[in-house]
């Protein structure tokens, strides 16, 4: 067997999943525990919606995908290669006419703001932490040959386009921290030490190579000061997922341990519990994210980009994957990467 069959194609299945997760969360977001079971049945068993359609959290994925993909076209990533496409790809986002899937106003606002500001800086939303950045952060950790400060300024940078929070950018790094572990088939036991330990070391590192003066939008004394806040609060969540990992039921709602998701350290930790306590069964871990009382879109779609990361493109049932929105272009971008 050669070694080009056995590759498990980690980011056709991270971006399938991501989709996946977020058609299972569309009908379910707002709703608690209860009402979801009410309306779709026990939810080992909550089946694709007909016809699978997604939330902006795939479109904006999709949108930080085509901003990659054209920036790596033209040499070698970097902030004034990535920041033209990503404003470009945000403003034609809030133009579409398929931006119609409740998305979330802070996207909304700073990309509005991208289109009339000549400093990208100035339409970010520095006190904004929801999790609408790090939902579409997985692209960053898929894309090969990139160095970890590529990989880091990117993540954070796609984040402070729109959500400039430090806790935004810190969740969006970690997030695609975690899926390009998984897709490098790290050990899942041992995943969130492996974070934890990513927070402290890069604790006070601001980078201004990509995020400029973003900083100074704030009141923090230092750039340093500024990025620290965001991963002190990352941390704290990692210490709560650590300790959830090992007390939660699966039967009960992972937003109790770890947070509804609104937030982006809250969904980064809610969709990697749903993924570590279902390992080895992707597609229930995606159906617990799904069957959660906070955003669970959010939170299915990143569970499902973890999931999907570390198993690959088989873990998804074909008839599932094949009649998912976006399904060609999500393919396409997969298999570029793959």
């Known amino acids: 067997m050669t070694a080009t069959t056995v590759r498990k194609r980690a980011a056709t299945g991270a971006l399938l999943g991501l989709a996946l997760g977020d058609a299972l969360g569309f009908p379910t977001e707002f709703n608690d525990v209860p009402s979801i079971l009410a309306k779709c ?63 979330g106003n802070t996207c909304l606002r700073a990309c509005e703001l991208l289109e009339r500001t000549a400093l990208w800086q100035d339409a970010s939303q520095i ?35 729109t959500h400039g929070h430090p806790t935004a950018l810190a ?35 601001y980078h201004h190579r990509w995020l400029g003066d973003l900083w100074t939008r704030s009141q923090d004394p230092t750039p340093e000061h500024f990025i620290a806040r965001g991963w002190d609060e990352c941390l704290e969540i990692l210490k709560r997922l650590q300790e959830a990992v090992r007390s939660v039921s699966p039967e009960t709602d992972p937003c109790l341990a770890t947070g509804e998701g609104w937030i982006a350290e809250e969904a980064l930790a809610t969709g990697l519990l749903c993924f570590l306590l279902f390992v080895d069964e992707p597609v229930t871990a995606l159906r617990r994210a799904a069957c959660t009382a906070g955003d669970s879109d959010s939170i299915a779609c990143l569970a499902g980009a973890f999931a999907g990361a570390y198993h690959g493109a088989d873990a998804w049932p074909t008839e599932w994957a094949d009649r998912i929105e976006y399904q060609s272009e999500l393919a396409t971008l997969g298999a570029l990467w793959d």
């Open 41 to 103: 049945g026990p939810w080992r068993e909550m089946p694709l919606p007909r016809p699978a359609f997604v939330t902006d959290d795939t479109q904006m994925t999709l949108a930080v995908g085509r901003a990659l993909r054209t920036a790596t076209d033209r040499g070698v990533l970097s902030r004034h290669g990535l920041v033209d496409p990503l404003r470009q790809e945000f403003i034609a986002w809030n133009r579409s006419p398929e931006n119609n899937r409740a998305p």
């Open 127 to 161: 006190h904004s932490k929801g999790c609408g950045a790090n939902m579409r952060v997985a692209p960053v950790g898929l894309l090969p040959g990139l160095s970890d400060e590529q990989r880091s300024g990117a993540a954070q940078l796609q984040s402070a386009l």
């Open 171 to 205: 969740a969006s790094d970690l997030t695609a921290h975690a899926v390009r572990l998984l897709a490098q088939g790290a050990e899942p036991t041992g995943l969130v030490g492996l974070l934890r330990s990513y927070a402290v070391e890069n604790r006070t590192r």
